[in-house]
């Protein structure tokens, strides 16, 4: 059974920064794509960060210039570096990996990202 575990959410004021992280632990024959979404109360969950084992990283217009993805596959764990923090970045930030094949998608619990004054 593969599970995704994030940590390092919390309280942040604006302007500050955060690093999250996710590591993913199981039965774990190839990962490709690790990277992070995101759901504001009220609003869909959304693309932040995805990065593939080889190809482009892609962000979303909101985190490019601010926040930067990265993984490390020893550990099979990607990171989400976030600074210059919004009120607008306040989510749920949840962890997404495709295991074992492109189709087969896990996610994470969520970790919560408050950002405020």
């Known amino acids: 059974q593969v599970q995704l575990v994030e940590s390092g959410g919390g309280l942040v004021q604006p302007g500050g920064s955060l690093r999250l992280s996710c590591g993913a632990s199981?039965?774990?024959?190839?990962?490709?794509?690790m990277g992070w979404y995101r759901q504001a109360p009220g609003k869909q969950r959304e693309l932040v960060a995805l990065m593939p084992t080889d190809g482009m990283i892609n962000y979303a217009d909101s985190a490019k210039g601010r926040f930067t993805i990265s993984r490390d596959n020893a550990k099979n764990t990607v990171y989400l570096q976030m600074s210059s923090l919004k009120p607008e970045d306040t989510a749920v930030y949840y962890c997404?990996?495709?295991?074992?094949?492109?189709?087969?998608?896990?996610w994470g619990q969520g970790t919560q990202v408050t950002v405020s004054s």
């Open positions: 199981g039965t774990i024959l190839r990962i490709y794509t």
């Open positions: 997404y990996a495709e295991i074992g094949s492109r189709w087969n998608t896990f």
